[in-house]
């Protein structure tokens, strides 16, 4: 039923100066996205790591900060790394924050380091 009468989109913002547009994309016909396996998926709300590509190379150059400040499962941060982009983000839920940081590890191959904690 969520699928009849759900949102079928979430809002995004940018304060880049360009014309507003309706993006009208089925994820399920996004880059080959109909290939991606939903049943791994670790977030109720999980974006495909191929459209946050899209947005961030759409919408910002190479020397600009990325924000998510509800990261979710870490699709952006993915994305960024791949597109060798900066990314801050945060997520309240402990519980994807670690989710973020296994996703993280996984796909660069690296150990994740605690710089400081804010506590």
Not at 49 to 73: R, T
Request: a positive charge; charged letters at 35%.
């Amino acid at each position: 039923m969520d699928k009849i009468y759900g949102s079928g989109f979430e809002l995004c913002w940018s304060k880049n100066k360009h014309k507003r547009e309706i993006i009208r994309i089925r994820w399920a016909g996004l880059f080959g996205i109909e290939k991606e396996d939903t049943k791994k998926r670790v977030h109720p709300t999980q974006k495909p790591v191929a459209l946050c590509e899209w947005f961030i190379n759409k919408f910002s150059d190479k020397n600009d900060l990325n924000v998510d400040l509800f990261g979710g499962s870490g699709s952006t941060l993915i994305a960024c790394e791949k597109l060798k982009r900066k990314c801050f983000m945060m997520e309240i839920d402990p519980h994807y924050c670690d989710v973020i940081v296994k996703r993280y590890e996984n796909y660069t191959d690296k150990k994740a380091e605690l710089i400081e904690n804010l506590n």
